[in-house]
């Protein structure tokens, strides 16, 4: 029998992966994958359980899909991992909740089932049992301009507020040589920027007999001839000079660094667990901008973190403030369920909005202030979509700066060089210079 398949996705880019992989698993039995919005046979919600708003949004969707009466109704990934019987008292009506290790075989397990489905499944094995990186292959990135590389997945660092390690399990990498046939699975389908990810991206390798790291994923995809890539985001401390160096001589590579800091209190750091001080982010920042001059930084923080003082949020926003920080990724800290910092005394919730608004002000204000710094200036950028209602197209710079500008549906996937020539608001507009063609020489 061939279904109707409808997969919706939230959370990182690791689920996504995750998500598009199984959807090409689908299409090759001959099921046909819809919208979500669609009517279906099967929904499949790959959830997300890292923020609490996060798990509300996944408990909404497996709502809605079960309003639909379809035969089937799938919940997998963090927050079916962590919370599958809080999810089924919920929820009531039949659901099939697969832990990640089940994920992996979602297909197989389907297609055991008599459907429509009677009763609620319960399949979640514990993630401390995992040791392989699943790896999820992927001929094309359906509905993607850039291609996602999953080179790692799992976390081994046990942060107090992270709910991360008890969802997705201890670091696991995959081997080089099943990066490598990725990398060229997706040149060959003619993607031009592949962004590495990770659920803990710096840990990868380590786990590897013989051991790797990051160094290896430059290096290879440098040697496949990349046009352009980039790297998601990374912990202070595991960027080293020796990657800074070799990032600097890499043709592909794009001038864009993510970094966790959370926080810019040392106080606040130590309770989280981290294993760095506020000074070392400081130092990174600086030495990243002296190598990389137009690099594009960004940071994650979270806001209202249990027992975090007004001079505790005060040293943040001033560590933050001070630095040529790109934009920021504010998360109001919400406790998570397991976690040491769950049981704490928690900051009043409107404490946390204020003190989140304040981050997002001074992201908005960094952010114009970078887009500025462009004006002028001549970017290789990845055209990526149409845009109706500019009436326009948006491509991405090398140092992750969107941009506007008049084009044909041709260049959707092309890299073209555009001249940045006037700012709006939040929005930059540019005019086509010229454009290139790459082609795969790899395979």
Same mark, same amino acid.
């Given at each position: 029998m061939r279904f109707r398949v409808a997969i919706a996705t939230l959370g990182c880019k690791v689920n996504q992966v995750e998500s598009a992989s199984l959807g090409e698993a689908f299409e090759r039995k001959g099921h046909k994958l819809v919208s979500f919005k669609e009517k279906a046979d099967i929904y499949i919600v790959n959830t997300c359980a890292v923020t609490a708003r996060a798990a509300y949004e996944s408990r909404q969707l497996i709502r809605r899909a079960l309003k639909k009466k379809p035969l089937l109704v799938?919940?997998?990934?963090?927050?079916?991992?962590v919370a599958g019987?809080?999810?089924k008292d919920l929820v009531k009506e039949p659901v099939l909740i697969l832990g990640q290790q089940e994920k992996a075989k979602l297909?197989?397990?389907?297609?055991?089932?008599?459907l429509p489905l009677e009763k609620t499944i319960i399949s979640v094995s514990d993630t401390r049992?995992? @040791?392989?990186?699943?790896p999820y292959p992927?001929? @094309?990135?359906?509905?993607?301009?850039?291609?996602?590389? @999953?080179?790692?997945?799992?976390?081994?660092?046990?942060?107090?507020?992270?709910?991360?390690?008890?969802?997705r399990g201890p670091s696991r990498s995959l081997p080089l040589e099943e990066i490598r046939s990725q990398v060229r699975r997706y040149l060959a389908s003619g993607y031009k920027e592949i962004v590495v990810t990770g659920v803990h991206l710096?840990?990868?390798?380590?786990?590897?007999s013989p051991? @790797?790291?990051?160094?290896d994923i430059v290096l290879l995809l440098e040697e496949l001839k990349v046009p352009r890539f980039r790297l998601s985001s990374l912990e202070p401390l595991e960027i080293s000079d020796e990657l800074l160096d070799l990032l600097a001589r890499a043709k592909g590579f794009c001038p864009h660094f993510h970094i966790s800091l959370q926080s810019g209190s040392d106080e606040v750091l130590k309770k989280m667990g981290r294993r760095y001080q506020a000074a070392d982010f400081k130092t990174l920042v600086e030495k990243i901008k002296k190598i990389f001059p137009e690099a594009a930084i960004g940071a994650d923080v979270i806001a209202g973190f249990p027992g975090e003082r007004e001079e505790d949020f005060a040293k943040t926003f001033a560590l933050l403030e001070s630095l040529p920080i790109s934009y920021l990724h504010v998360f109001p800290y919400s406790p998570r369920p397991g976690t040491k910092a769950a049981s704490w005394p928690q900051v009043p919730p409107d404490k946390i909005a204020a003190r989140a608004k304040k981050l997002q002000e001074l992201s908005k204000a960094k952010r114009k202030a970078f887009l500025r710094e462009q004006l002028g200036s001549e970017r290789e950028v990845l055209v990526l979509r149409y845009v109706k209602e500019q009436g326009l197209y948006e491509g991405l710079t090398r140092n992750y700066v969107s941009v506007f500008f008049e084009a044909d549906s041709s260049l959707l996937g092309e890299i073209a060089r555009v001249k940045i020539e006037r700012?709006?608001?939040s929005f930059l507009y540019g005019e086509i210079v010229r454009f290139f063609k790459f082609f795969c020489k790899c395979l």
């Open positions: 799938v919940a997998c990934g963090c927050y079916a991992q019987k809080e999810l297909l197989e397990i389907i297609e055991s089932l008599s049992d995992l @040791r392989v990186c699943e992927l001929s @094309r990135f359906l509905g993607h301009r850039r291609a996602f590389l @999953r080179v790692q997945d799992g976390c081994s660092v046990f942060c107090s507020y992270c709910i991360v390690p008890y969802a710096g840990l990868y390798g380590r786990d590897l051991s @790797r790291s990051l160094l700012a709006v608001d």
